[in-house]
């Protein structure tokens, strides 16, 4: 018997407690989720898969960002991939991975076509994420470094229970599920930079859901197909360290520590953005910026002088002078050829420069301003560091505001924080 996914599988279908503090920062992300996907549905990446899905006129179980609905496989595909078109949602950098994208579209799905309140969503959307992180750890680096997308892999594992979880399903079918989706769970890192990283997300979540509703089909798996000799752990390069990876697991939730992106670009710039928003560093003021960074972070995200509004959301120059001219760097639209062509940027960039240091974590990166007054500023920010619930809920909501309106932000937050039917949350992926 695994011992791995038997504990998996009883947290899964078992009671919870959760605190205020992890109510209140699953509903954020569902506000997070659900304001990114609007804000994506005119990617090329979102528009070819709802064309697919639309275009097969299947049955409409589920609603889609963009509007229409479809059959539940064909929903949590299309919002899966849709809300990771602009790779805009939340991190969790134990697990290397985004939740959100691969566990609430799966959730969400089944939810409105159970006629579930809200409730119960988001608990089984708590419960899946916090599988996927879970299974994430057990994986481990060596699986990521390998070339698997943790995000695909191991969140289709967790938008398996998230669904077997609005089944009402027992210990024995959760274990089921997990063994059957460890035979589907699949994504790679050779479409970083594609319409294939969204997609992985989309698969992870359309996964989950077929497994689920396989199970209740009364299919049988090979309940331990996670671990043992030909398991996913030893088939996809997994560390299998099963002992950390179930450290605490129905006490203490590994989920809030998810990390909200902020600004509209690559997560390893993030730190720096937010050292530079703490030092209110403005052009006029700006003789020379020196950022440094974990080293992983150079071959990732340290384009020196791109011309693109895609090659800018991988430069830090870039975005450091973006956000020193008065640009919004939450907003997707900024980054963009025009703005990567501003004079004034140019000039500015020019004059921050980059360098690896080895003392800095990957969550970490630290800038000195030297200002044209001779003063030199510095700051250190570690995106770890912990945030009050009050400021994590003021960004949020503020992000969301900004990409989908006020009026609609406030109006999900009330409906997430009073209740009432998933299938009303579910109208909301319309923009």
Not at 15 to 22: K, Y
Not at 47 to 75: I, S, W
Not at 197 to 212: I, M, Q
Not at 259 to 282: P, Q
Request: hydrophobic share 45%.
């Amino acid at each position: 018997m695994s011992d791995f996914s038997t504990a998996l599988a009883g947290f899964a279908a078992g009671p919870i407690e959760t605190t205020l503090q992890t109510r209140v920062v699953t509903s954020l992300s569902v506000l997070d989720w659900i304001a990114v996907g609007r804000a994506g549905v005119d990617e090329p990446v979102s528009k070819t898969v709802r064309d697919l899905v639309l275009g097969e006129q299947g049955a409409a179980q589920a609603h889609l960002f963009g509007g229409g609905a479809a059959p539940l496989r064909g929903a949590a595909l299309v919002n899966g991939t849709v809300s990771h078109a602009l790779d805009y949602d939340d991190t969790h950098f134990a697990h290397i991975g985004h939740p959100s994208v691969a566990i609430l579209p799966a959730a969400l799905a089944l939810s409105e076509w159970d006629d579930r309140i809200l409730v119960d969503f988001l608990e089984a959307a708590l419960i899946g994420m916090e599988v996927s992180i879970r299974v994430g750890l057990w994986l481990g680096r060596d699986h990521y470094q390998a070339g698997f997308h943790q995000t695909a892999t191991a969140g289709a594992f967790g938008a398996a229970v998230a669904a077997g979880r609005i089944l009402g399903f027992d210990t024995d079918q959760m274990r089921k599920t997990l063994g059957l989706t460890a035979t589907r769970a699949a994504g790679l890192k050779t479409h970083f930079g594609t319409m294939g990283k969204p997609y992985n997300a989309g698969l992870a979540a359309s996964a989950g859901v077929e497994a689920a509703l396989l199970i209740v089909k009364g299919f049988t798996p090979n309940m331990n197909a996670l671990e043992g000799q030909y398991g996913f752990g030893a088939t996809h390069s997994g560390e299998a360290d099963a002992q950390t990876a179930l450290d605490g697991l129905g006490d203490e939730w590994l989920f809030d520590n998810i990390s909200h992106k902020f600004h509209a670009c690559c997560h390893g710039l993030h730190a720096a953005l937010e050292a530079a928003r703490d030092l209110d560093i403005a052009e006029p003021e700006v003789a020379e910026i020196k950022i440094k960074t974990h080293p992983r972070w150079m071959s990732v995200c340290n384009q020196l002088s791109p011309n693109t509004g895609l090659g800018a959301k991988f430069s830090y120059r870039t975005v450091i002078a973006m956000q020193a001219l008065g640009y919004d760097t939450a907003l997707p639209d900024n980054y963009s050829d025009k703005v990567s062509a501003d004079a004034r940027l140019i000039s500015l960039r020019d004059r921050i420069s980059v360098e690896a240091d080895e003392s800095l974590s990957e969550t970490q990166a630290h800038l000195t301003l030297l200002r044209r007054d001779g003063a030199r500023l510095g700051a250190t920010h570690d995106l770890m560091a912990p945030m009050t619930l009050a400021d994590r809920e003021d960004r949020v909501r503020g992000k969301a505001s900004k990409l989908i309106g006020g009026e609609e932000a406030d109006a999900i937050w009330s409906m997430l924080s009073t209740g009432g039917r998933a299938r009303d949350l579910a109208s909301k992926l319309a923009s």
